[in-house]
């Protein structure tokens, strides 16, 4: 790929702006729109990856990795001692955890003052989907 050079202005002052350039890669993922074949392309330090598990947060359907896997690839990526930041990310995600159970724990308080019985049983199975996580 060529770097290309963009003239642009800013204020009256004109500069010269050069696109970075990308390494792409494309994938098998590919079909073909209004008779044009066409390719799923990435940049190649970007990795793929597949989704490992299928999840639902109220009713909507998602792939996730699993959290730890998560965390173990950004702890890599952010210092060369993965075992502090892995520390760091698993604490992290406990006080993420706790402030959705304490979020959940008040709107449930809320819904039964208002005697909301609908809200009430779609906040207690919110509950025990945050429980299958933890």
């Known amino acids: ?16 702006y050069e696109l970075p350039t990308l390494d792409m890669v494309e994938s098998s993922v590919g079909g073909r729109y209004r ?17 490992i598990y299928s999840m639902q947060y109220r009713g909507v359907h998602y792939y996730s990795e699993r959290p730890t896997e998560i965390g173990a690839r950004v702890a890599e990526r952010v210092t060369s001692t993965p075992k ?6 698993t604490e992290v995600a406990q006080i993420h955890r706790d402030n959705l159970w304490k979020n959940l724990e008040r709107r449930l308080q809320v819904a039964k003052a208002k005697g909301d019985k609908i ?16």
């Open 119 to 134: 809200l009430i049983e779609m906040l207690e199975n919110e509950s025990k989907q945050l429980r299958c996580l933890v």
């Open 84 to 89: 502090v930041c892995q520390g760091l990310l």
């Open 1 to 16: 790929m060529q770097n290309q050079n963009i003239k642009l202005t800013y204020r009256g002052v004109s500069y010269d």
């Open 35 to 51: 008779g044009y074949p066409w390719r799923l392309r990435y940049p190649r330090h970007i990795p793929a990856s597949e989704p």
